[in-house]
Structures are given as C-alpha cells and as structure tokens.
C-alpha cells in the first residue's frame, strides 16, 4: 500500500459519463466516505478565493456570470478546444482540491481508523493522483454509451461529446493502470451487488 495509514484511501475514475457518479453513491451508500473531487473543485473557485481570482486573471471576465460566478459553460468551450489553455485551468485548481482532499481524509482517518476513502475524481491518472492512493477503480463504458449520455445529460452534439471524452486519458489506459474495474453500463441492481462485494474486500484491507 502506497500509504501508511491504517484506513485505505482508493482512487475512483473512469472516462467521462462512463458512470462513475453512480459507482460513487453506491459505495456511499455501503458505508463508504466519498471524497468528490468535482464537489470541491466547486468550492475553491467561489468568487473572490484565490483560485477564482487565478482564473479571473488568466482567462479574463468573458468566464463570469453576472453573479461573478464561473460561467463553467463558457470557460469549459475555452478550454477543451485548447490543451494549453486546460493545462493552466488544472494547475490553478489541482492543487487546492489535492490540499482539501487531504484535511478530509486525515478527518475521515480519525473518525475511523478502518475506514474505506473512495476519492472520486475524474482526471486521477492525469493528475497523478494514482500515486497518492492506495488502490484505483475505473469504471468503464463503451464510446457510443458515454456520447449517448453526453448528449442526454449536456445537451451536447456528437462532436462536443468526443471532444470532452478525448479530452481525457484513453479510457483503455486506465483501466490497464486499474486495480479493480467496473461495468458502468451493467444493470443498476447487478452493479450495486458488485459494488457491495468490492467493498467487503476493501473494508478488510484497511
């Protein structure tokens, strides 16, 4: 195990829309502490913090709403057409979602010892956050599924669609790099079953 704590930390991820929003509430719902890394990226950027004000200064007030909120709508069309552009986005958030990510793990260590940490967070390879985990899970999905419910639950064309699957490491990669996979596209009882039975086996390794 990469860490030295007595509970296990286990990074969650997989391609875009390949499911893994419901893998995490499964795992949440069988006593898991879910970490979202998407939940806390919303936080560091809320106006006026310091990531805000990165992205403020980087990208210019065409990322606003007139709330002064992030307009993510408007910086994500920026960034996804432009890896450089994407790659200075991460460096300002990763960071502090990585700090926040921490304190929460330390809190959920001492409220049990024998706690199961599933970090759900879907750039965990790009990042490099593999490395700071005790085990990985990748749920997967077939393309036509993942753009299927791209288009469903973004309101994308086919062309956005792969434009953000591609975005991201090739789904094939991760899960050679996977510890433990999972069927995003399995019916909802039968993957609940499996969840279940995956975290048996990580509540008797922490």
Not at 80 to 91: D, G, I, P, V, Y
Not at 98 to 124: F, N, W
Not at 163 to 175: C, D, F, V, Y
Request: aromatic share 4%; with cysteine.
């Amino acid at each position: 195990m990469v860490s030295s704590r007595v509970m296990i930390l286990v990074g969650l991820t997989g391609g875009v829309a390949t499911g893994k929003s419901t893998v995490a509430k499964m795992f949440e719902r069988c006593g898991a502490v879910v970490i979202d890394a998407d939940a806390l990226a919303h936080e560091v950027v809320e106006p006026g913090k310091p990531a805000w004000r990165a992205i403020l200064k980087t990208f210019g007030k065409a990322v606003l709403n007139p709330d002064r909120t992030l307009n993510r709508q408007a910086l994500g069309a920026m960034v996804f057409r432009n890896r450089s552009k994407l790659q200075r986005l991460e460096q300002i958030i990763h960071p502090r979602v990585a700090r926040e990510q921490a304190r929460l793990t330390r809190k959920a260590a001492r409220s049990d010892p024998k706690a199961v940490v599933i970090y759900d967070v879907p750039l965990l390879f790009e990042a490099g956050i593999d490395k700071r985990v005790d085990r990985v899970i990748v749920v997967t999905a077939d393309r036509e599924t993942q753009i299927a419910r791209l288009k469903k639950r973004n309101g994308f064309t086919r062309a956005e669609s792969l434009r953000r699957i591609r975005s991201q490491m090739p789904l094939k990669q991760k899960t050679a790099a996977a510890d433990d996979l999972l069927d995003g596209t399995t019916p909802r009882p039968r993957l609940l079953t499996l969840v279940e039975r995956l975290y048996g086996q990580l509540r008797a390794l922490a």
